[in-house]
Every structure is written in structure tokens, then in C-alpha cells.
């Protein structure tokens, strides 16, 4: 359901000064400029009450257009109102100053041109005119050039170029890249002027920035067209007026190094990068395309991977919402953002999408018939206000009667808040399993109508507790108080965890690298212990497969902790843990949820062992990954340990996969699953193979070594097998005997094959065998043979003659039964059961009958 109402127009530009010449200004800017951002010479005032636009002309010109009739500043033949009429330094730009509180509807601006000049004019609401206060040199040296300002907490901060050391005689392409400064200079507006400070330098000897003002903080951004790649990944923040701190952001990470400075002292660029050389040069954030304040100290980062991402003051860095893929095909496509408390407003390619930065979620899309600029009015902060050719229009929320609080770092957001919508959420996901109806379930229809208690005590409990006391006041309607008092002290450990995880999140985001490590290795290690120990569903496995492709060498640490996995010194492994982890380790996918089983039908089984649908892979294999990676020769070792815990525990008890037929998937087909192509792997593959233990995988496994020609593995496989029942001792020496027929690579082992033999082997089978097999070297091919390394008579004389031996010998199977009488003697025949009255004859007679059921009349006293 929708909850934004189109674009309202608030004014066609009729109320404005010159408002049919901003107007047709804009349209012919449209024209003229049609593949490039118009609006980027454009500024608005806070109160929305002025619009400045900047002309980059040979004499530069800055147009005013103000709300209502006012006496103009120059006289009214002139199309446009300018502050100044003739300006040959080029203009850097326009900003407005933080108004004086004193003089009701008095707006203050500062004009900066390229070579240090700056003008401070200020606008009188009687007078209706613009009045240049006061003009000074911004920079120290005369020879320097602005090329970027803003303003922050009364004070001016720019980067200046400055010129290049008439010492050196060459000036080199890093000196020219390397030559700008930050400096900062201090304002104080007064009745009848402005009051400007010393000029301070924050940082030297750096390349060029764009300086961007948020709320308390300033950021330096890259300039892309004269900056190398490597200068691109990251950005600088600092916070007016002090400026002691100087922070490396980047566009994947946020923030990761702060620099602390000593006051009054400047600080180098080159010295505070190599303080984070080794984690930039790893580093591979994508691409900035667009940079918007939030205004409440935070930055509106546009990706090139299509991520909208929130910077917070707190250096966190959050991605909001993921663009369609299209949408960024041209880079000089006109882009606007802004966040208006709780909501964001993007507006690109004639379209305006509406996001809750709480979630993600788009609102909704309105069409547009040309760009706009989004801008901030100070009067409505959280209504989206949009500038266009047309006028000036907002966008008002439907259904919400007050204004939502803005996204602002200094009004921190109440964990218990958050905590108790995460709770609703999840009891909307439990319900909605659990419905026969296809209505889906919303947080509000769970909190409208006295529904659902148990969530509602639950977040009560939990609102209660996060604030820091019992909520046995805070009773739902209808509800015991021993009750409620019940289940808090049930509840009372997993809040305190609870508590607990939240400060390790707090300490988490303030942590230094060194630290951030320690933290992680503790999360994983407690998560996947916990997950293991539970009956795991389809999204506890996906969160398991989630922290496993995060963090995998802190997953096999913690598997390593929680399993107790190691060798145990005689050539296998060991495990000291219990029998329900071992039933989260062996089990397959969990089944699906009922409401999935129709779109299933007639295609893969829900069941899959391998993957699912979004990708969650079962535990066993998820180990088995981190074994390849971390420990591949622990492997085989593992699966055969998990073979005995699942000969142990019976088949039965547990499901280890999904059928194939009469029985279960085995774990070493599991395990073979996770190996990469065949030719990198075929050791680890032989491996598995044998230690399965299973006669079909045997013989692949002998003739996989059988094909890489390692005889010496060939007989060690077949001696430590053939043992194991005489079928696969058939087959084994088959497959060798084979191959003796054809080569002579195996005549060093010759001896230990013949003992090989199976006892049911004859010479004649002997001979069949070898002459099937004989390679076709000559017409007519014979055992006899002794050109070059063909299989010779004397080469099978020990194994026929054991054979014949062994022939001519009695067999000892029946020694028993040759040794004693033939035929043995009749056993004597007693017949029980028979009635007294039966006479002699008569049995006689049965006898010599042939034989026959026979039915025994029952006998009756006479």
C-alpha cells in the first residue's frame, strides 16, 4: 500500500521576483544543457524564500530571484537582480551563513571568487534588498586559488592551490597533484559587519578535495578528474572548529583510521595516509558517483555498484537501498538526494523514488516530467521540497500527523525502540507461518485489536528492561501479574544476553582494527557453537552459511573450539562433543515450509543436499569446506569420524539425507561434493573413497591410482582390502591380474599380488583371464611369448603352480565329513505325542503307507 501522495506544487515561480525570467532561465538552461546537470549552479535558501544561480561566463554573474514584490537591487530595466555587475574572477561558489537570530527573516550569504576574495552580503526582509556587508582576502598568500568552500560552525573552510616552489626549477606531476591545503578561518557576524579570524591550515601538501559541510562535520572528497585511482578510494572528515581530527573514510568500510593532531599544529597528508597504506591498498570500494549532506552531520553516498549508502557521524557505514542496474548506464546522469527525517528522496532520470532509510523499503516512484533539485526546507524539514523549470513542489506523507524525527547522530536511536519492532517482525514471520490464510500479516494488524498477546508482553518486558527497570507496571490489558511476573524471570537470562550482545555491538563499531579482530573471533565462536547446539531451520542454516562466507577462518576456529577437533596422535581424529551436535552436523537441509511444497511439486525435492534455493548448504558440508580450505589432509580423517558417530547412533534415529532408493546419501558422497574439478583434487578424492570402506568405492578408488600408474598405492590398497570379504578380494585381483597381463610395470610386486589370490581361483579361470585381457601386439597372441614386455609363461609359473597345488590337494572344507562312516547310521525314529489307544497294527500299517498328511482322531473315554 502506498503512503506518499504525488508532487504538490507550491509555487509557479509568480510569487518571485523576476519569477517568468527564472523561468524561462531554467527552461533555456534545459535546452542548451540537456545532457548535463543544469541545476548544479543552483542554490536555495534554507527557508526556501531565495534562489541563487551561478553563470560561469567571461564576466561571472550571480542571478537572485526572492519571494514577493521587493524594491530590486538594481534598477528594474535589468532582466536579472545581480549581485554584482561585473565580475571577471571567476566565482567558486555561493554559500549561506548561519542566520544572526536577531533581525527577524535576515538571510546572510558568502560569495568566494577563485582568487581569495570573499563577500559577505547580507539580505534585509524591510528593505527587501541584498546590501554587501564587508570584503576581505580569505587566503594568506596572494598567489593562491580557491578551487572548493564551504561553511560549518561559524567557520570557512576551503582548499587552496598553492603555487609552485620557485626553488624547484621542474615542477613533476606529483608536486602538481600534491600542492593544495585545507585551511579554515573563523566568522562572527555582527550588526554592521562581519568579524573574520586568523586563517588556520588543517592539512598540507595533499591533492585536490571537494569540501562538503553536514550538520558539525566537513568532508573531502576526491576529485575525480585530477586524482589518480589510488587517491580515489577514500576520503577525509573532519569536525569545525577545532579540526584536531582528521578521519580516512572509504566507500566499503566507513571509517577505519583516526588521526589525532596536536592543537594548533598542521598535519601532512602524506604522514597520516601511511598510517593506513597496508588496509587502502587491500581496499576496492566502488566508485562515488554522487555525494549529498544529510545535514544532520552524516553523508548520502550514490555507488557505482547502484548502492544508496548512509555514512553516520559515528563513522558507520549503511547501505539503504540497491538501485536497478540500468539506472546508472550514463554517469553524467542528473542525480539528486535527501533525507527528511526518517524518509529519503532520490530523484534520477525523470524519476523520484521515495525510500524509508529504516528499512529500505521503496514507498514509492513518482514520475517526473523534468530533473529537479531536492533541497531542505528548514520551516518543513521533513517534507521532500523538489525545484524544477515548472516551480517549486513537496511531497506529503499520507496518514502521519506529526513529523518523524530526523536521522540525526545527536538524537541517537532508543535500542529498546528497535528491539521491540524486531520482535513484532518476527511474531508477524511465526503467525504468517503458521496462517491457512494468504492476507499477509503486517506489525500493525499484529498491535491493532488486542491480537497476539504474547508479543505484545514480550516487547513490553523487553521495552521495560532495556530502559533500565522491571515493567511489572507496565501490564497489557488483561493480563496476571504473577503471570507477567513469570515470564520476565523466565526471560531474565536471554535479556541479559541480550544487554550483552548490544554493548559487544557498541564496542564493536568504536574498536580499532586490532580490536574489531578479537570481537569477531568471539561473535563467531559463540554463534556457531550456539547454532550447532539447536535443531537448526531453513533460516538459522542460512545465517550459518552467511557467518561461515563472512568470517570462514574465524568459522573453523570456532569449529575447531566448539568440536575439540584434532589428531589424536595415531592417524585419525578426534572429537569431543555431543550427540545433538553431531545430529546438526549430519542432518540434511531441513524441510521446507508447507506453503513452498506447491511450487516444488513435479520439480527438485525440497530436501536438496547439496544447496536450496537461496543458497544455504548443510552443515556437514559447510565443515567439509573449511576442512578443504583450512586443513585438506584432515578430510578423509573426519568423514570417517562421522561415520562412526553415525554407526553409533543408528541410522534410524537420524535422517543424514535424502533418499536415493532404498537408502540414504553416505556421508563420503557428501564429502565428494564439495571437492573442485577433478584434476586438482584426485588425491583427496582417492582419500575419501577408501576410508568409506564401501566395495564400489574401493574399486573406483584402485582404479583411479590404477590410471595415475602409482603401483606402489595400487598394492597397499589391494593387500589392506582384499581382507575385508572375499567378493572384493575377486574383484581387486581381477583388476591387477588385468593389468599384469598388459604391462609389466607391475613385475616388482608380483609376489605380494600372487598371495593375492582368492582360494576359488583355478588355472584354468587363471588363463582365461590373462588371455582376455593380452594386449594385441601380433596376429595371433599367446602367454608364451618373450619378444620385448610381453607376458611370458614364466612370469605366471608361481601363481599357477601355487594354484595347481592347492588343486591337487584335498580340500580341508570337508575333512569332517570324509573322515566319518558313509553312509552315516539311521537315527532312531521316536514317535511322540501318539494317544495309548492306538494300537500296534495300526502303526505298522501308517508305516508302510506313503507318506502323507495324517489327521490323529481325537480319543474319547469309552
Not at 86 to 114: A, C, F, H, M, N
Not at 241 to 257: E, Q
Not at 711 to 736: D, H, M, Y
Not at 772 to 794: D, R, V, W
Amino acid at each position: 500500500m502506498k503512503r506518499l501522495a504525488s508532487l504538490e506544487q507550491v509555487t509557479d515561480f509568480g510569487d518571485f521576483t523576476r519569477g517568468s525570467d527564472l523561468t524561462d532561465f531554467l527552461k533555456q538552461s534545459y535546452i542548451n544543457n540537456c545532457s548535463k546537470n543544469v541545476l548544479h549552479n543552483v542554490r536555495v535558501s534554507p527557508d526556501g524564500q531565495h534562489i541563487h544561480a551561478i553563470l560561469h561566463k567571461p564576466n561571472s554573474v550571480v542571478l537572485t530571484f526572492d519571494k514577493l514584490q521587493r524594491t530590486p537591487l538594481v534598477p528594474s530595466h535589468n532582466k536579472h537582480i545581480e549581485l554584482n555587475w561585473t565580475r571577471t574572477v571567476p566565482i567558486v561558489d555561493l554559500v549561506y551563513l548561519e542566520s544572526r537570530q536577531k533581525e527577524g527573516g535576515s538571510v546572510d550569504l558568502v560569495l568566494v571568487l577563485e582568487n581569495g576574495k570573499v563577500e559577505f552580503w547580507k539580505y534585509w526582509e524591510g528593505k527587501g534588498s541584498w546590501q554587501l556587508q564587508v570584503t576581505s582576502e580569505l587566503c594568506n598568500s596572494p598567489r593562491a586559488k580557491v578551487v572548493s568552500v564551504c561553511t560549518s560552525s561559524k567557520c570557512i573552510i576551503w582548499c587552496e592551490e598553492r603555487p609552485p616552489s620557485e626553488s624547484a626549477s621542474v615542477c613533476t606531476a606529483a608536486r602538481n597533484t600534491f600542492r593544495y591545503c585545507i585551511c579554515t578561518r573563523s566568522y562572527e557576524l555582527e550588526e554592521r559587519g562581519v568579524s573574520l579570524g586568523g586563517v588556520k591550515i588543517i592539512l598540507h601538501n595533499n591533492p585536490r578535495y571537494t569540501v562538503i559541510s553536514s550538520g558539525g562535520n566537513v568532508y573531502l572528497l576526491p576529485d575525480k578528474e585530477t586524482q589518480p585511482a589510488s587517491l580515489s578510494k577514500f576520503f577525509l572528515m573532519c569536525s569545525p572548529p577545532t579540526m584536531d581530527t582528521i578521519t580516512v573514510c572509504n566507500a566499503c568500510k566507513g571509517t577505519f583510521l583516526k588521526k589525532e593532531s596536536r592543537q594548533g599544529k598542521e598535519s601532512d597528508f602524506k604522514r597520516l595516509i601511511s598510517d593506513c597504506i597496508g588496509v587502502l591498498s587491500t581496499s576496492s570500494p566502488p566508485e562515488i558517483c554522487s555525494v549529498f549532506p544529510t545535514g544532520c552531520g552524516g553523508l548520502l553516498l550514490l555507488l557505482s555498484s547502484g548502492w544508496i549508502s548512509i555514512l553516520g557521524a559515528d563513522g558507520v557505514l549503511r547501505q539503504v537501498y540497491k538501485l536497478a542496474d540500468n539506472c546508472l548506464t550514463d554517469r553524467s546522469t542528473h542525480s539528486s538526494m535527501q533525507v527528511y527525517g526518517e524518509l529519503l528522496a532520490f530523484a534520477v532520470e525523470r524519476t523520484l523514488y521515495l525510500i524509508d532509510t529504516r528499512c529500505g523499503a521503496e514507498l514509492e516512484k513518482i514520475p517526473l516530467n523534468k530533473e529537479g533539485l531536492l533541497f531542505v526546507n528548514c520551516r518543513a524539514r521533513h517534507l521532500p521540497h523538489m525545484l524544477t523549470d515548472a516551480g517549486i513542489f513537496v511531497s506529503r506523507l499520507r496518514g502521519l500527523d506529526r513529523s518523524p524525527k530526523p536521522l540525526c547522530h545527536t538524537e541517537s536511536i532508543r535500542p529498546d525502540s528497535l528491539l521491540v519492532e524486531a520482535v513484532f517482525e518476527e511474531a508477524c514471520k511465526y503467525y504468517q507461518r503458521r496462517s491457512l490464510s494468504s492476507t499477509q500479516l503486517t506489525v500493525e494488524k499484529l498491535k491493532s485489536g488486542g491480537m497476539f498477546q504474547a508479543p505484545i508482553a514480550l516487547s513490553s518486558i523487553l521495552g521495560g528492561y532495556l530502559r533500565g527497570h522491571k515493567p511489572t507496571g507496565d501490564l497489557v490489558q488483561g493480563e496476571d501479574p504473577i503471570s507477567y511476573a513469570k515470564l520476565f524471570t523466565s526471560l531474565e537470562p536471554e535479556l541479559k544476553s541480550l544487554i550483552a550482545l548490544e554493548e559487544v555491538k557498541t564496542a564493536v563499531v568504536r574498536a580499532s582494527e586490532k580490536e574489531l579482530s578479537g570481537y569477531s573471533e568471539a561473535l563467531v565462536s559463540e554463534e556457531v557453537s550456539r547454532l550447532l547446539s539447536t535443531d537448526l531451520d531453513r533460516e538459522n542454516l542460512q545465517y550459518l552459511n552467511m557467518v561461515f562466507n563472512t568470517f570462514p577462518l574465524e568459522s573453523w576456529q570456532a569449529l575447531q573450539a566448539g568440536l575439540q577437533l584434532g589428531p589424536n596422535g595415531e592417524g585419525s581424529l578426534l572429537a569431543k562433543t555431543g550427540t545433538e551436535v553431531w545430529k546438526s552436523i549430519l542432518s540434511p537441509l531441513p524441510a521446507a515450509h508447507p506453503s513452498l511444497t506447491n511450487s516444488q511439486k513435479g520439480g527438485t525435492p525440497a530436501n536438496n543436499n547439496h544447496s536450496s534455493s537461496n543458497g544455504a548448504v548443510p552443515v556437514f558440508e559447510l565443515i567439509c569446506r573449511s576442512l578443504l580450505t583450512f586443513q585438506p589432509q584432515w578430510l578423509p580423517r573426519f568423514v570417517e569420524l562421522a561415520q562412526q558417530q553415525q554407526q553409533q547412533a543408528g541410522a534410524s534415529s537420524w535422517s543424514y539425507g535424502v533418499k536415493e532408493g532404498p537408502e540414504s546419501v553416505p556421508l563420503y558422497k557428501r564429502a565428494l561434493s564439495v571437492l573442485p574439478e577433478r584434476s586438482e583434487s584426485q588425491d583427496l578424492e582417492v582419500e575419501l573413497l577408501l576410508c568409506s570402506q564401501r566395495p564400489n568405492a574401493v574399486m573406483q578408488a584402485l582404479r583411479t591410482l590404477i590410471e595415475q600408474r602409482q603401483w606402489g598405492r595400487v598394492t597397499q590398497v589391494a593387500e589392506s582390502f582384499c581382507r575385508q570379504s572375499p567378493l572384493l578380494n575377486k574383484e581387486i585381483f581381477t583388476s591387477l591380474l588385468c593389468e599384469v597381463s598388459q604391462h609389466r610395470d607391475l613385475d616388482p610386486y608380483l609376489d605380494l599380488l600372487w598371495t593375492l589370490c582368492p582360494e576359488d581361483f583355478t588355472v584354468t579361470s587363471i588363463l582365461n583371464i590373462v588371455l582376455k585381457n593380452l594386449p594385441l601386439s601380433s596376429p595371433e597372441p599367446s602367454p608364451f611369448q618373450t619378444e620385448g614386455s610381453q607376458l611370458t609363461i614364466g612370469t605366471l609359473k608361481p601363481l599357477l603352480s601355487k594354484v595347481l597345488q592347492r588343486e591337487t590337494k584335498p580340500s580341508q572344507r570337508y575333512a569332517d565329513i570324509l573322515q566319518s562312516p558313509f553312509p552315516p547310521p539311521t537315527p532312531p525314529r521316536q514317535i511322540k505325542g501318539l494317544p495309548s489307544s492306538v494300537s500296534e497294527p495300526a502303526i505298522n500299517q501308517s508305516k508302510q503307507r506313503t507318506p502323507s498328511p495324517t489327521k490323529i482322531p481325537t480319543t474319547t473315554n469309552s
